[in-house]
Structure formats: structure tokens, C-alpha cells
């Protein structure tokens, strides 16, 4: 088995019952300068970042910037597999959830793909949704850069690229790697809702 840790991203909602939900992982936070007062302990390894001047489309550049943060320190800690997990979301059974996951692959509730876009979207097949991913530590590494990369090249009229669009939730149109890569959460085992 990989030596796999936990990557809560995002801001402090409610340090108390995320511990309590992830209790016996090994957890890594990323959230903002300014939260140090939000119940985090000594034993915690918590990384406080700086917010970003510009925070993107669909707050996005405060996802890849808390996101990396999180897993280059889950690399340099020697993790191989990480999960990262939003914060403002808090699961009923973390150990049934991350049975799920199969570490060989990377590990993701959806994609998304807007018809809507302009060409420049269409040739790059949309997005992963943010709620969590996982995989290993160097996959994810490299999905946050690209998506970096990508996002610093976005024409500012488009921000409707975060825009949900119910009939494009279809992981067949991941078409970039050959699905022996990917598993989609919530088409593979239909019980994401009742963890």
C-alpha cells in the first residue's frame, strides 16, 4: 500500500468536525494567511497561504493555489497518494470513502465539458469538479499546473467556463487519457450520495 495522506484545501469552515471526520489520516491543510486563529494545533500540518491579488473565474486561482500548495508539501513529505478535498464539505464515513478510491488511477466525482465554449475550451475537453480528486501525488501535481498554465491563457470574456450545465456531466467525454486511467466516482459504484 502507498503512504496516502488527506489535502483539506480551501478555507477553515469547521476545523472541529473536519478533524473529527478524517480522524486517523493523515491530513495535510492548505487555507490563507489570516486563519491561523481557527482552532489548528501544533501537530497539525497546516500551510497558510497567501491569497492570490486576482482570484479567477469561479474563484479558481484560489483552488490551484492552495491545491498546489498542499501537494507539493504531501511530495516533499514523501506521500505518494493524496486526496484532495475541498473544506467546505465534510464526509459522513471517510474510511467507506476512501475504500473507493483505486490507487493506480486518478479518482474524481465528475468532468465537465460546456458545448458552449468557444474552440479554445472544446480542444482542452473541459474540467475535473473541484470537490475532491485523487491519484498519485505526482498526477495531481501535474493536473494543478496545467490547469495553472491553462488558466493564465483564458480570454477574460469567458468566464461562463465554470457555469454547470447539467446534460454535460458525462465522464465519456474525458477523452484525453484511455479510461483504464480514470474512475469516475460517481458512474462507477453510484454511491458517492450516501457517504
Known amino acids: 500500500m502507498s503512504k496516502r495522506c488527506v489535502i483539506i484545501q480551501g478555507p477553515t469552515h469547521d ?19 489570516g486563519e491561523e486563529e481557527k482552532g489548528y494545533t501544533e501537530s497539525d500540518c497546516v500551510i497558510y497561504n497567501k491569497m492570490p491579488k486576482e482570484k479567477g ?27 484532495k478535498w475541498r ?18 488511477k486518478l479518482n474524481f466525482i465528475a468532468w465537465s465539458e460546456h458545448r458552449a465554449f468557444l474552440s479554445y475550451f472544446r480542444a482542452r475537453h473541459g474540467y475535473l469538479i473541484d470537490y475532491f480528486f485523487s491519484g498519485k501525488t505526482d498526477w495531481l501535481i ?5 490547469t495553472k498554465l491553462l488558466h493564465e491563457n483564458i480570454p477574460s470574456e469567458n468566464e461562463c467556463f465554470f457555469i454547470r ?8 467525454t474525458l477523452n484525453w487519457k484511455k479510461e483504464e ?11 458517492w450520495a450516501s457517504i
Do not use: H
Request: charged share 30%.
Open 15 to 33: 476545523y472541529e468536525r473536519m478533524r473529527k471526520a478524517w480522524s486517523g489520516f493523515d491530513i495535510i491543510y492548505s487555507t490563507w494567511e
Open 87 to 104: 473544506s467546505d464539505y465534510i464526509p459522513k464515513n471517510a474510511n467507506k470513502f476512501f475504500d473507493l478510491f483505486d490507487e493506480e
Open 165 to 172: 450545465e447539467g446534460a454535460d456531466y458525462n465522464s465519456s
Open 181 to 191: 486511467y480514470w474512475n469516475n466516482i460517481t458512474t462507477r459504484s453510484n454511491v
Open 57 to 83: 473565474p469561479g474563484n479558481i486561482n484560489l483552488q490551484i493555489k492552495s491545491s498546489l500548495s498542499g501537494l507539493k508539501k504531501a511530495k516533499e513529505q514523501g506521500y505518494d497518494f493524496c486526496l
Open 142 to 146: 501535474d493536473i494543478f499546473k496545467e
